[in-house]
């Protein structure tokens, strides 16, 4: 005979799947573009940047086929990208202790018989500096600002897909 447990068990389970399927929970899953963004010209004012290689992974991640400039083909244009640095906090010997990263970028998207579409986005990050391991803090910002690359074009694939 089967145990309450298990039918408790069980109606929990099949009422917690119903739950998440009725408020619209999805695992969430590689960005899917509109099909006429399928194939893109990628073009730009830095094309040996890191972010325009970082963008051409990811979209060859999401199933785009970057094809030379037609006027049948999308495309987005990415302009040169800013990172800016201010002092956010000092030593008491005047040095500077942390810093902040704003990483800024934008890019116009041009579909055929359509108007082009603009956008700009900031990204920060903030970081503390020590003039004692200026090595490993020179290292720790290369990470920090590849990092910021790397999440800059997933985004612009994730705003891709919202178009």
């Known amino acids: 005979m089967v145990s309450f447990n298990a039918i408790k068990n ?19 899953k590689a960005s899917s573009l509109p099909d ?20 051409q992974t990811e ?6 086929t970057l094809v ?8 987005l244009y990415l302009f040169k990208e800013q990172l800016e640095r201010q002092t ?3 030593f008491q010997n005047g040095q500077v202790a942390e810093y ?34 200026a090595l490993a803090k020179a290292k720790e910002l290369e990470l920090l600002i590849s990092e910021i690359r790397e999440q800059a074009s997933r985004r612009i694939v994730r705003e891709l897909s919202q178009l």
């Open 100 to 133: 902040e990263l704003a990483y800024s970028v934008s890019y116009v998207v041009k579909r055929p018989k359509q108007a082009a579409i603009e956008k700009r986005f900031e990204l920060y990050r903030n970081y503390q500096d020590d003039p004692d391991h």
């Open 36 to 55: 006429d963004l399928k194939q893109l010209t990628l073009v730009g004012d830095d094309q040996k940047s890191a972010l325009f290689s970082y963008l």
């Open 10 to 28: 069980t109606l929990v389970l099949v009422l917690m799947c119903f739950v998440l399927s009725s408020c619209g929970f999805h695992l969430k």
């Open 88 to 90: 956010l906090s000092l």
């Open 59 to 64: 979209l060859a991640m999401s199933d785009v």
């Open 68 to 75: 030379p400039a037609s006027k049948q083909s999308a495309q």
